[in-house]
């Protein structure tokens, strides 16, 4: 008898010790997104919220770059999120709302049209920012399955040792750093960045072509810098290999040709809308004024439809920029494909005006649960304005963030 | 296809359904399993193996009948249906493998000749054809000499000629060596179970930390022959040594653990085949199955066979018995050496290894009183433990010198290569940044070395017996951390996933 329970503790004991150290190995092989590429935190720190948000931000680098969630509560008293990632797919957004309604049901959600234009997964790396930080669930799973490239395997993503055990050798001081708790690096979901690279004198950008429309960005800075009705847009960030078009395998043409979302994209817009409607959410569709990547008129007339079908608010911001006064040679930090805090801010503003005066969102300033918790966020905040500014100071470039 | 998540899987359920269903079925279980795992490889492969194993059971089915009925003229029976067997299998085996080889060689005849081009056969080449096909011709010839008894049940034959942890790349085994368990009832014994998980996890530690992860040099290496000359020509034929070890090594000790935990026993494949001291002991100790394979079926007929026996004659008469004894031995080795190149594929680089490695048999066999006087003279040197090493490193040399028409596929390269290796030994450097752009991080080279020096430690005290063994003999934690060491060495350090393409086994191409 005291053989066997002696066994048996054995087994147990050697059992519990394998997986334990099977988890430990596992947490130190994962990438930690500290220093480089951010982005992959982003899904994981929304579990650490502890308070619930009026607002939900869904979509790609177009809504975690642009709208500042911290301004929103500043300026308006809004609580917001923004459950956003690097080239997120719209399957990607629809399920990260799906796992957000386990947790909370907010008002309205703003969702970024531009992953409409993607039919297939693109990239593994975005996949996993993405999807890893997840927690699990049968939405995690579907995600998974719906965002897999060609010769990923499901077992990887249930266990990510298998995908991450050759970092093994490139183990760096943060995997010990942040082994045990990751880095916060996102403002309510927003990637902040102080820094000002004008669009004027971005190496990768060709501000000539401007003049295309009969102006240039010296003699009229509020220009509709986009939408020509009668023109195929002419892209100056066509050529340019950015994380969101360097797409080999499923290139976008460099003129419209009258492109079609496709009926995949579609489908999981209309999911995305239903979810919403069974929730008794307001959602808005936006497309941040980005100079990059390429947004065609046929796109845009495909949203107008839709909006118009489903009586959706949608908002472009470049047919506002007048109203929202982008400077682009003070508000981007890449030279016009995403905006720095001032940008964002801009835009923010003009987002939280429509949503406090148009959608009845509540200021919740003043309310000792939400002026606690954003009291710390907006230190954490303001910490970060002003490391960046010392990173300014010192190197001249943001290097940490 | 043992390095895949799909396998282990297929492996974990085979073993669960194995262990729970009546133990009569289970060998029924094993054969439908064989038919899973080739199928899934392709669709096609289960119809060939069935051919082949059709035509040997009812050949050794009918030599049988013949015996037993004393049926005619039996012996020419027998042989009439050996042969037409023998002609089938051995058919298989050289259309779908050699076909495009012939034509090729017979294209640059023609082309020679100013005659058109005969166009390429697409025929699919099931994998392991060749080691099926020769486990099948060793039962047929067994049966056919007597030496066992046909096996009656056709689908007990077919799950041996197809029993899948051997398909890919052997060991070639014989039918009274495995018979037995392979049909037997086996009832879950964990001692067995886990010491063939060891020996697979084994296995993966030699296949995918070593072999694989230094792959990725050796083909830098064959690629760019005019870039990577003299000194790295011989630090290619290392890497290969090393490469091709791991490789075939943990793709048996796979193979023989997969079996052990089905309760089946194989022979081993190799005896530390790098601690030969001459060429012929390495070969009895390298791919031990297929060297014993060519002795029993190809050396011995060759040497006994009437040509040869005619040929000898004709030499005793002019030259005497010496010389006569001589060129039979010549005849069967040359003839064994050309069979064995050709076996590992249709290229005359192998049949270029196959001859090299019959001459220097040949000269080995023809030196040995010279050694023996060398021995005499110098008799202290027997033991001395630098000479040991010394003919140790010069039999690595020798067979790494001979690999140098497989690293580089060609035998103009091999050639060109091996003479570089001694003219343009100086002209090029090894250095840090150099050997970087082999496409292995430092951290690469540090797990390989470490991983070689585990298999070396390993095969230095499996000097002395079964390691497996000394290991059960320890504490149950010392066992315990063993076990989980190795399997976190295979998951943290293997080179497989994303990123990696994990080559196939070297040998499963034979």
Redesign the interface.
Known sequence: MVHTVKKII?AVV?VV??LA??IA?QRL?VPKYAADLPEGNFTAEYYDETTEHDVLMIGDCEVYENIDPIYLWQRYGITSYIRGNAQQLIWQSYYMLEDTLKYETPKAVVFNVQALKYSEPQR?EYNRMALDGMKWSKIKLDAIRASMCK???L??YIFP???Y??R???LNKDDIRYYAKRKKVANNGYYMRIDVLPVSESDVADTSWLSAYGETEENDENQNLSFAPEEDIIDPWAEIVTEEDDEPENPLPKVDKGEKFSDFSMEYMDKLRILCEENNIKLILIKAPSLAPVWYDSYERQVDEYSEKYGLRYINFYEHLDEILIDYETDTYDGGLHMNRSGADKVSEYLGKILATEYGIGDHRGEPVYDNVYEEKQKFYNDMIQAQQEEINKYGKVISY | MFVS?QFIIFLIILLILYYTIPKKVQWILLLAANFIFYAYADIRYPVFIIVTAAAIYFAAVTMEYCVNKKIGNVKKRKKIIMLTALFIVLGILVCVKYTNFIIRNFNFLLNETGHGKISFVNFIIPLGISFYTFQGISYLLDVYWGKCKAQRNFFKFLLFISFFPQLIQGPISRYNDISKSLYEKHVFNIRQISYGVERILWGYFKKVVIADRIGTAVVALSESPDYYTGVYVMLGMVFYAIQLYADFTGGIDITIGIAQTLGVHLKENFIRPYFSKNTAEYWRRWHISMGTWFRDYVFYPCGTSRAVRKIKSFFKKRFGANAARRVTVYIATITVWLATGIWHGAEWHFVAWGLGNGIILLISEECAPLYRKFHKRFPKLAGNALYNVFQILRTCFLMSCLRLFDTYGSVRVAIKQFIHMFTQFGSSTLSGKELIELGL?F??Y??ILSGVIIMLAVSILGRTGSVREKISKKP?IIR?LVF?GLF?MV??????????DVSQFIYNQF
Do not use: M, N, P
Not at chain 2, 491 to 500: D, H, I, K, T, V
């Open positions: 054995t050697s010790f394998f150290a099977s190995l092989v593994e010769g990923e395997k077992i990887d040792i298998l995908r055990h050759s093994i050798l490139e | 998540y991080s951290g690469d540090i797990v149950y315990y989980v976190f998951l943290l350090f293997g080179a497989y996933g994303q990123g990696y």
